[in-house]
């Protein structure tokens, strides 16, 4: 089973819907998690940090853990063409930073 | 405030070769993370600086290694290249006040190595 697990998509979501990409992990022990945005040939920038159960917003983006499941997830409200990008789950295990491998997301016009 | 620079942006190597990467973090910053990658593997973590000492290292082979000057500066060096060095090298800078990784990392432009 590979770390962190992310479908890679892409996920296409028309504009104003909400989008919602998913990340599973491996780690039990994990503590804290991470959504970084990436750009077509940029590089990643963190958009979302969590580290306790239940759900944290900023603006539009609203990350959910449920460490239980082992379950990460993003959402995006009323998407914006500019939110088309690869989103990049990561965690944190023993200190160091482990990304999957990216869900592209497409919003559609 | 200047964010996280990396040297040389692109190069080209043959087999065999060794290659050294710089990256300059945002000042303050006392963790510089190096990540490889590429299409098929994504993001892989290759090692972590801290306060000039390596703290973390990936599942790379010996070929990769890197260092950090005590002004936080970081380099890491890939000898005796192969075709499979071809990627993408980010480094990454964290505050890291207090030691353990945070997790929020400020990635430079990277360097993109092709190897022939």
């Known amino acids: 089973q590979k770390e962190v697990e992310q479908n890679s998509g892409p996920l296409s979501v028309p504009e104003g819907a909400i989008a919602s990409l998913n990340c599973t992990y491996s780690?039990?022990?994990?503590?804290?998690f991470f959504w970084y945005r990436q750009y077509s040939g940029k590089s990643p920038e963190l958009i979302m940090s969590i580290y306790s159960n239940g759900d944290k917003e900023d603006g539009r983006f609203t990350a959910q853990l449920n460490k239980a499941s082992q379950y990460v997830s993003l959402l995006i409200r009323d998407s914006q063409p500019s939110d088309s990008a690869t989103y990049l789950c990561?965690?944190?295990?023993?200190?160091?930073?482990?990304f999957g491998k990216g869900t592209r997301l497409h919003i559609l016009p | 405030k200047a964010g996280v620079t990396q040297t040389p942006r692109y190069l080209i190597k043959t087999r065999g070769q060794q290659v050294t990467l710089s990256c300059s973090p945002i000042?303050?910053?006392?963790?510089v993370s190096w990540y490889q990658q590429t299409p098929g593997q994504g993001l892989q973590f290759l090692f972590e600086y801290f306060s000039e000492t390596q703290r973390n290292k990936g599942n790379f082979p010996g070929r990769f290694s890197g260092r950090q000057f005590s002004n936080s500066r970081s380099e890491m060096n890939v000898s005796t290249l192969e075709l499979g060095d071809s990627a993408l090298y980010l480094c990454?800078?964290?505050?890291?006040?207090?030691?353990?990784?945070?997790?929020?990392?400020?990635f430079g432009e990277g360097s993109r190595l092709t190897v022939l």
């Open positions: 990454a800078s964290s505050l890291n006040v207090q030691g353990p990784n945070t997790g929020e990392l400020f």
């Open positions: 780690d039990r022990v994990s503590q804290s």
């Open positions: 000042s303050g910053h006392r963790s």
């Open positions: 990561a965690v944190n295990r023993d200190d160091k930073i482990i």
